[in-house]
């Protein structure tokens, strides 16, 4: 779930840091493009050590507000600060309540648009109009993969996080997985509300191969290791983790399959190497990441990231429309 806002949103207001070292191309694991717009905003700032306080005050009423332009805006904003920080392959968890028909394509379209490979997924979920919604999410997920097949897009089965849907849910997300033969891609104990997420996973039958697992901040070693253990990924986002006060993901004993995410933040996934404590191989997270994104299009990196123009008074214009319309919601 996407990170702290206002201190966010003052340093991507400043110029790129550059890409990684000797500019090789990168993959950011998991990310939330619909929040990019969040810099031009005055976001109240989260409630440390309480996620779903957090979530209910900040980024369910921004993903309320969403309509199919703003997605399209934040989407194109998302996907070129990535790119300025030397990304090619951007792996989104998409969420717009109010815009779930058809919202896959128009983010599909935008990473067409960049020429830049991305991989999707819109996070079904229950926290606003229960089974219904979820229902929803699922059904425009199977029509998207359903659909021919884009050279530079692919698509994972989302899940908001394990707290927010049935059982029912995760066991139905977890078929559609396997009929498509791809992963899913969640949220996974983030906060405290979720500890008892992987145990709910299993139970449901929901653990698929190649699925991705962002956080992880409060599972055990043994969940840890069972994740690795069932060919899943783990995601870490250390800068989001510190800015929401959930604490640091602690994630050795999955071993190699730890991967690296911006959460929503910004594209410099080369800064969230920096907020790694002393258990991470920067190096191998960054390499996981690469390695998730090569598996699901079947092929090696090659191609090299361009720059992309960004309109910032339509950005900043957009950003207001969409504060407008949280402000709205109470």
Excluded at 102 to 117: C, H, N, P, Y
Excluded at 138 to 156: G, I, K, N, Q
Aim: with cysteine.
């Amino acid at each position: 779930m996407a990170g702290l806002g206002g201190e966010r949103a003052q340093r991507a207001s400043q110029p790129p840091a550059g890409s990684a070292e000797g500019g090789s191309a990168l993959t950011i694991a998991h990310t939330h493009l619909y929040s990019a717009l969040a810099r031009w905003m005055p976001l109240p700032p989260p409630v440390a050590g309480d996620l779903r306080a957090t979530l209910e005050k900040i980024w369910w009423r921004l993903d309320r507000a969403l309509d199919a332009e703003l997605i399209r805006i934040s989407a194109r904003i998302g996907i070129a600060d990535a790119v300025a920080h030397g990304v090619e392959c951007v792996i989104d968890h998409h969420e717009s309540p109010n815009c779930i028909a058809g919202v896959l394509d128009i983010l599909a379209d935008e990473f067409e648009r960049a020429q830049v490979r991305g991989v999707i997924c819109y996070g079904a979920t229950e926290r606003n109009g229960a089974e219904r919604e979820a229902r929803a999410a699922l059904e425009e997920t199977d029509r998207f993969l359903s659909a021919p097949r884009r050279p530079l897009v692919r698509s994972l089965v989302g899940i908001h996080a394990a707290f927010t849907v049935s059982d029912q849910t995760l066991r139905a997300a977890g078929q559609l997985a396997r009929k498509h033969g791809v992963g899913l891609h969640t949220h996974i104990a983030e906060g405290e509300c979720d500890r008892d997420a992987w145990s709910r996973f299993a139970q449901a039958d929901a653990v698929v191969p190649g699925s991705l697992f962002a956080h992880g901040v409060h599972l055990s070693n043994l969940e840890i290791r069972r994740v690795a253990e069932s060919g899943c990924w783990l995601v870490q986002n250390p800068r989001s983790n510190q800015g929401n006060g959930v604490g640091y993901a602690r994630l050795a004993p999955a071993g190699d399959r730890v991967a690296l995410g911006t959460d929503g933040w910004d594209g410099d996934i080369a800064a969230e190497t920096k907020a790694l404590g002393d258990d991470a191989d920067p190096k191998q997270r960054l390499a996981a990441s690469q390695r998730i994104g090569e598996l699901i299009f079947g092929g090696k990196f090659t191609g090299a990231p361009k720059h992309l123009p960004v309109d910032e008074t339509e950005a900043r214009a957009a950003a207001e429309r969409l504060w407008a319309r949280m402000q709205e919601l109470g």
